[in-house]
T-cell receptor, first 113, second 115 residues
Framework: DSGVTQTPKHLITATGQRVTLRCSPR?????VYWYQQSLDQGLQFLIQ???????AKGNILERFSAQQFPDLHSELNLSSLELGDSALYFC????????????FGQGTRLTVV | GESVGLHLPTLSVQEGDNSIINCAYS??????FIWYKQESGKGPQFIID?????DKRQGQRVTVLLNKTVKHLSLQIAATQPGDSAVYFC??????????????FGTGTQLKVEL
């Protein structure tokens, strides 16, 4: 157990809908990352937060947004969902930004039908 | 552009043998290179990292070698065990302006340990 909790574990939704994925980082970790894992694109970095502020942005679509709350949990919002958004979404946390050792949650499997 | 690629998609080894997983990278600006392991149904798990100014680092049963001349990274696992069966990813860490960082992952190598 990495100490990172992601909910829900599975999510099935229709195209055009909006979903929210939730992540609770490991106790003491201030930095949260979101990654998307799909069969054709592999593990892709989406976005990073540190202590409530956005620190780095990767290949995140404009339809996607995220935030980190004062209690350090984070949410990833995916809207206007398309079939191609079906993937595993991982949250990871580390003590500080720049740490190479990040602790990953078990992921949320999103299926868009 | 940025890319991290793995040479072999699947590697099968006998239990007790040593495993070598290879990775090619293209971005010389990365400050660290890291190996992650992902077991079925789980998230990636950190194994070991190596700073870009080093060429070798050893951990418990694992050794990472970095050859910056040919932009090659390898993970050696000694006395491979059934529990080592997983997908192994190499990743590059890059520090970004604003104080953040991002990991760029390779495509992964499936390691299968045969009894």
């Amino acid at each position: 157990d990495s100490g990172v909790t992601q909910t829900p574990k599975h999510l099935i939704t229709a195209t055009g809908q909006r979903v929210t994925l939730r992540c609770s980082p490991r106790s003491g970790d201030l930095s949260v990352y979101w990654y998307q894992q799909s069969l054709d694109q592999g593990l892709q970095f989406l976005i990073q937060y540190y202590n409530g502020e956005e620190r780095a942005k990767g290949n995140i679509l404009e339809r996607f947004s995220a935030q980190q709350f004062p209690d350090l949990h984070s949410e990833l919002n995916l809207s206007s969902l398309e079939l191609g958004d079906s993937a595993l979404y991982f949250c990871a946390s580390s003590v500080l930004p720049g740490d190479t050792e990040a602790f990953f949650g078990q992921g949320t499997r999103l299926t868009v039908v | 552009g940025e890319s991290v690629g793995l040479h072999l998609p699947t590697l099968s080894v006998q239990e007790g043998d040593n495993s070598i997983i290879n990775c090619a990278y293209s971005n010389s600006a990365s400050d660290y290179f890291i190996w992650y392991k992902q077991e079925s149904g789980k998230g990636p798990q950190f194994i070991i990292d190596i700073r870009s100014n080093m060429d070798k680092r050893q951990g418990q049963r694992v050794t990472v070698l970095l050859n910056k001349t040919v932009k090659h990274l390898s993970l050696q696992i000694a006395a491979t065990q059934p529990g080592d069966s997983a997908v192994y990813f190499c990743a590059e860490n890059m520090k970004l302006t604003g104080g953040g960082n991002k990991l760029t992952f390779g495509t992964g190598t499936q390691l299968k340990v045969e009894l």
